[in-house]
């Protein structure tokens, strides 16, 4: 969840900090009738490739139609639960848009209304950013995880001795509140790590419960997401998974970290929840098929805002990100990352053709050329650069 990373990250995985139309159609997939091995060779090209770059271990799950495919390379296996990140975010809008569909809140509230005096400091002012402003990025609330020193004691060095502590949502906001905005709220947009902290804190005072009670009842529970949890500060994996690997460091030749246990009150619903690939695909193709938002509800997440001209075919929803690749097809989904986990999940806008993975190394491999391999079917190369 470190921001240090750039807006080509949140493109491809949204690494620990920091995405319809009806799809082209393509040869890639058109080639629907071809043996699932030649369907998805590029797929699995793209994860040896990673883990050749020097990914521990790497999976993806596919389906497209009555096609379900899964592959690996290196360590992971097919069925591994792993640290999702900021893909948390798509669960924790999912909830809000429920919420505003049953007249519970407006996403135009200001954040002052339901969290009065939280969000003030530095230029920040709860009264003049909307809740909606904090699904899509606008709000340019400072994002906690910019924060030198949380950076420091959280992905550097520090995490080993720091790996256990709770921080509250409270918490993560005051450091957020010690620096000036990004920008006044609609002018730009920003990824921020701390809007999503504040969207759980939110959901909270509506409910009257932690935001996790509400992902679960509302959408876990009612998708059978078996492999799906919202961890809270529990450190431990659940079994069946394998170990997550950080450097801790920007230096390539630091050495490798078990990282698999942590805190994960570090990221709250900005990315704390863990799931598996089944899972992801699951409540991405049911998102997209309107089976967890009314109609307008889901006009409203995918109504998107432009990222940076830089990446002109991006934009980025109510946490929830579509992409145009190399081919011409739209995909919606979001990345992900935590210490030491990489993970992808997208799908086309018809909920169809979907994918999910995970690298479980945060300084190697790059997701985005699983997703062009699975969509476009490009051949991934070995040598590419870390995305830093």
């Known amino acids: ?23 082209l159609a393509t040869p890639a997939l058109a080639a629907t009738a071809a043996p699932a091995k030649t369907r998805h060779a590029a797929t699995q090209q793209a994860l040896d490739a990673a883990v050749a770059d020097g990914v521990p271990g790497a999976v993806a799950q596919a389906r497209d139609g009555r096609d379900h495919w899964t592959g690996t390379a290196g360590e992971r296996k097919g069925h591994d639960r792993y640290r999702v990140g900021s893909i948390t975010k798509t669960f924790t809008a999912t909830v809000l848009l429920q919420l505003q569909a049953e007249g519970r809140i407006d996403l135009d509230d200001p954040v002052e209304k339901w969290l009065p005096g939280v969000v003030r400091g530095n230029g920040h002012d709860g009264r003049k950013i909307t809740v909606r402003q904090l699904l899509n990025h606008t709000s340019g609330i400072y994002s906690y995880t910019e924060d030198p020193a949380f950076q420091e004691k959280v992905f550097g060095p520090g ?20 620096h000036r905005p990004d920008f006044v709220p609609g002018a730009s947009w920003n990824y921020s790590n701390t ?34 949890t919202v961890p809270g500060t529990r450190s431990a994996m659940p079994e069946p998974s394998s170990p997550a690997y950080s450097k801790l460091s920007r230096d390539v030749n630091a050495p490798v970290h078990d990282v698999s246990d942590l805190n994960p009150s570090i990221a709250g619903a900005a990315g704390e929840m863990i799931s598996d690939s089944r899972d992801l695909q699951t409540f991405y193709r049911a998102l997209l098929k309107g089976r967890l938002l009314t109609k307008d509800g889901l006009k409203e997440m995918t109504t998107t805002v432009p990222i940076s001209p830089e990446y002109p075919n991006v934009g980025y929803g109510l946490g929830l990100m579509k ?46 050329k699983v997703i062009e391999a699975e969509f476009c079917g490009t051949t991934a190369t070995t040598g590419t650069a870390p995305k830093e």
């Open 323 to 368: 992409d145009r690749l190399s081919c011409g097809v739209e995909v919606w989904g979001h990345g992900g990352g935590i210490h030491g986990s990489s993970s992808l999940a997208q799908v086309t806008r018809d909920g169809e053709h979907s994918l999910a993975g995970n690298f479980n190394a945060d300084w190697a491999g790059d997701s985005q």
């Open 1 to 23: 969840m470190s921001a240090a990373r750039t807006a080509r990250t949140v493109l491809a995985t949204t690494l620990v900090a920091g995405l319809t139309a009806t799809v």
């Open 195 to 228: 809007n999503f902290v504040l969207a759980g804190m939110v959901i909270e005072k509506v409910t009257g419960r932690p935001y996790g009670k509400a992902v679960e009842n509302r959408i876990i529970k009612p998708l059978k997401l078996r492999a799906t």
């Open 159 to 178: 995490f080993l001795r720091h790996r256990y502590d709770t921080w509250t949502p409270r918490q993560l906001v005051s450091v957020a509140m010690a």
